[in-house]
Structures are given as C-alpha cells and as structure tokens.
C-alpha cells in the first residue's frame, strides 16, 4: 500500500501528535500510487506541492479490518475511534473502480506500530513485483 505525503519522514506518527488540532484519526493508504484516486494525487494536487511530494510503499498490519461500503474512508472522529477499538477494530477499508476500470483499496490505519515502511531500494523492487503479480488483496493481514 502507498502514503502520499508532502513531508519526509522516517517513521508514521498518529495525526494528533503532529496537530493537537487535528480531527483525524486515521492514517491513509491506497493501493493506487498514480491516479488520481492514487497516493501521488494526495501529496501533489491536494496539498498543492509538486516539489516536495514523496510516496511511501509500506506494508500494513491489520488484524482487524472493517469495510465501510462506501467509496472512500471519511474522516475517522474521536466518536469513530471509540467506537472501532470497543470492536476491536484496527483499520477500516473502502473499495471502488477507478480510473480506467482499475480496483482502488483505501485504508484507514489506527496506530503506526501496524505499518512497516518499505526503505530500501530492494524492499520497493520486491514490493512492486509483489503488487505487480496480483496479491492486492494479500497486503491486509485478516484474522477471524
């Protein structure tokens, strides 16, 4: 999965400790890092920065997903977020056709100890390979 980002960063913090402000619960993921349902259009069009845009391949641990039904994650509330873990959910997940008929996943991650960032030019090679022959649906870790 991919993280669009206008910032440079080594690890994935919860939104509110960068923002006491900050509504958001979530950190987002897209399995689409080109269009523009992708990650590349969040971290360039959305927040207007073309030049410090950076996309982060990541490996996502969640053991307890719930899927919305809907054709993008909203916003996760504070209400939401107790809500989730009094479920024990971990992450939450929209699906949709994109563009050119592509299949976008959008996730919405709760902690950052559940995303392992892809560093090294080997990890985002073998990662590639991995999305290029077609386990989309293998990089959420689903338990019952």
């Not at 107790?82 to 939450?92: G, S």
């Amino acid at each position: 999965m991919y993280h669009g980002s206008i910032k440079l960063f080594e690890k994935f913090v919860k939104p509110k400790d960068l923002d006491k402000n900050s509504t958001q619960n979530g950190i987002f993921f897209t399995n689409d890092k080109d269009t523009k349902e992708g990650a590349r259009w969040y971290s360039e069009l959305r927040w207007g920065r073309f030049d410090t845009s950076k996309i982060y391949p990541a490996m996502l641990n969640a053991l307890n997903l719930k899927e919305t039904g809907r054709n993008k994650v909203e916003r996760v509330t504070d209400e939401d977020l107790k809500l989730y873990i009094d479920q024990r959910i971990d992450a939450i997940e929209s699906r949709w056709t994109g563009d050119a008929g592509r299949d976008v996943h959008e996730l919405a991650i709760f902690e950052p100890k559940q995303i392992h960032i892809l560093g090294s030019e080997d990890d985002v090679r073998g990662f590639d390979e991995f999305l290029n022959n077609g386990n989309n649906d293998s990089l959420v870790i689903k338990k019952g």
